[in-house]
């Protein structure tokens, strides 16, 4: 498989990785254990070697299950996992990245994906009353210690960036990023490749929708976490339906599927971009990964370009409280 290289820290890494939240947390099911675990080994098969997963996933239970699924590949694979991020009693979740939290969750980290160091190790979410250049010393010392190999940014600011990147050099920052959602690019990437920092985009497929196999009237799980999000009432699915019409018309151009054809696009925009599509589905992870053979041109790209633009998104991304998290 194609690699890419994150960071000017040199962290090369396959172009395309794995996200593995949804293998048993978010979507409602817990998914067989010994099948997500075949999944990741089918993955590594085929040529991923990022695998990414949280501290807060579960929480704890899918750092256990890709620390089991890759302890035999280890000096093979990257795996980057989080930190920073707690639920309370009452569910919601609260940001905690005190240093001594966060050697804290490290430890509990390591233990859990049977390792001695972290790949790359993201701060999930931003805490607010943690000074940013105290977590980025934290990192540092890990790094220093060997717990650690590389600084990870999940959601973060720019600003919030620049600061803890002045620190410790920041070798990737996760955020949202698709074809529905495209704010990073008003500020986020600019100052990415500015500084040499990589980025790899979670929901690439728009936790599903991009797919083009959730309609407006989809029903999901009990305790799917799409129901709480706007974009995915009945009403929005139905009125951004438009953005799956026109990537369904590219894709039968190009003999590919709409999922395809938005990791492909997500490709395309920079060398140093490695989404992380989720999937518990072995046709669907190589449907995913066959989006690298999958080259858009310049003028495939200027179309897709000119359809985004008179298209408009209905529905916000995550409810109010939740999106006050991001871009801190």
Request: glycine share 8%; net charge neutral; aromatic share 6%.
């Amino acid at each position: 498989m194609e690699t890419r290289i994150l960071g000017h820290n040199g962290l090369e890494v396959s172009a395309l990785g794995l996200g593995c939240m949804g293998m048993n947390h978010s979507y409602g099911v817990i998914h067989d254990k010994k099948e997500m675990i075949r999944l990741i080994h089918k993955a590594i098969d085929l040529g991923v070697t990022l695998f990414d997963t949280a501290e807060f996933y579960g929480p704890f239970i899918n750092e256990e299950l890709v620390g089991e699924a890759l302890k035999p590949f280890r000096d093979k694979v990257v795996i980057a996992t989080k930190f920073g991020i707690k639920a309370g009693v009452d569910g919601k979740q609260t940001q905690d990245s005190r240093p001594e939290t966060i050697r804290k969750s490290v430890e509990g980290s390591l233990k859990r994906l049977q390792t001695d160091h972290i790949d790359l190790y993201y701060q999930h979410r931003v805490d607010p009353k943690t000074p940013i250049e105290e977590v980025a010393g934290t990192l540092k010392d890990l790094i220093k210690e060997g717990k650690v190999k590389h600084f990870g940014m999940s959601e973060a600011g720019v600003q919030t960036i620049r600061k803890a990147h002045a620190v410790q050099p920041v070798t990737a920052v996760q955020s949202e990023y698709s074809l529905w959602w495209r704010k990073p690019e008003e500020e986020l990437l600019p100052a990415l490749e500015e500084l040499g920092i990589g980025f790899v985009p979670f929901s690439p497929l728009g936790r599903g929708f991009l797919t083009g196999t959730i309609g407006g009237n989809a029903k999901f799980e009990k305790g799917d976490f799409r129901n709480t999000l706007p974009r995915f009432t009945s009403e929005n699915l139905t009125a951004n339906q438009v953005l799956i019409e026109a990537v369904e018309a590219i894709a039968a151009q190009k003999h590919a599927t709409p999922a395809q054809i938005a990791l492909a696009w997500l490709l395309a925009q920079k060398p140093w971009i490695v989404p992380i599509p989720g999937t518990t589905k072995p046709q669907r992870l190589e449907e995913n990964i066959g989006a690298l053979n999958i080259s858009l041109t310049g003028t495939e790209l200027a179309v897709i370009r000119s359809s985004l633009e008179k298209i408009t998104i209905a529905g916000n991304r995550y409810p109010e409280e939740m999106e006050r998290t991001t871009n801190r």
